[in-house]
């Protein structure tokens, strides 16, 4: 009981279904210096916990003020939603098309959560200072490796990528 005690250990925590869901997304709202970084499969999230709610969230995200880096796959892209935004606290990144995501994952604080699919329907917080600092490492690594995406009509030099339409 003495080594459990001890500070620095780290906690993780299982929901199942839907309410667990959001708890988890919730959550991601509670982060002290408002920087949210995730990767998300915005088709999976807009069936489980369902659109409606998902768009509550993003409301309630902005009025909290936190500010959303994401990188999102193609393959599991909405186009025309969530894009790009300086109001709504949002930068976007697209992973490669080879890349397909079928679950989230969100870093806020000493915190990451995970987010399944209606598939298995659980998500979980592993709360972990080192963990976190792992994983926001690895997403700036990845987000570093994405392109930089232009609104459409963007002029290009003949040596770049179109304009990406989703933004």
């Not at 994401?70 to 969530?82: F, G, L, T, Y």
């Not at 697209?94 to 298995?120: C, H, L, Q, W």
């Amino acid at each position: 009981s003495v080594h459990n005690g001890a500070s620095g250990k780290p906690r993780v925590r299982f929901y199942q279904g839907t309410e667990g869901i959001k708890l988890v997304l919730d959550d991601t709202l509670s982060v002290r210096d408002k920087k949210l970084v995730g990767i998300l499969s915005m088709r999976d999230l807009y069936e489980v916990p369902g659109r409606a709610w998902m768009d509550d969230l993003v409301r309630r995200r902005i009025e909290a003020g936190v500010f959303l880096r994401v990188i999102r796959s193609p393959a599991k892209d909405i186009p025309h939603m969530w894009p790009q935004s300086t109001a709504d606290l949002r930068e976007v990144r697209f992973a490669s098309p080879d890349f397909v995501f079928t679950m989230t994952s969100y870093i806020y604080g000493n915190k990451v959560a995970i987010i399944s699919s209606r598939r298995e329907n659980f998500a979980m917080t592993i709360e972990s200072e080192e963990f976190a600092m792992m994983q926001r490492n690895l997403f700036e690594v990845f987000w570093a490796s994405c392109p930089v995406p232009r609104l459409k009509g963007a002029k290009t030099n003949g040596n770049e990528q179109a304009a990406d339409s989703r933004i």
